[in-house]
């Protein structure tokens, strides 16, 4: 990911490899109904933590932190 904007503005000449975007990674997960893993919550999941990858709600993500 870090090679992308170097090969961008013609500094590299090779593509770096694919990669997923961090946005697409926390936010486009495949499918729908992903729960919160925070234990004892409910909760939809909105996002995945791209340090543990696990899903949480927003109360558990952004509010409360799940200390991954």
Same mark, same amino acid.
């Given at each position: 990911?870090?090679?992308y904007p170097w090969f961008k503005c013609g500094?590299?000449?090779?593509? &770096?490899a694919l990669f997923v975007t961090p946005a697409k990674f926390c936010f486009g997960f495949e499918g729908v109904?992903? *729960?919160? *893993?925070? &234990?004892n919550c409910t909760?939809?999941?909105?996002?995945? !933590?791209?340090? !543990?990858?696990? =899903?949480f709600c927003l109360e558990? =993500?952004?509010? *409360? *932190?799940? =200390?991954c």
């Open positions: 990911m870090l090679k500094y590299l000449d090779q593509r &770096p109904g992903h *729960t919160c *893993t925070f &234990p909760d939809l999941a909105a996002a995945r !933590c791209s340090h !543990c990858a696990e =899903f558990h =993500f952004v509010i *409360t *932190t799940h =200390f």
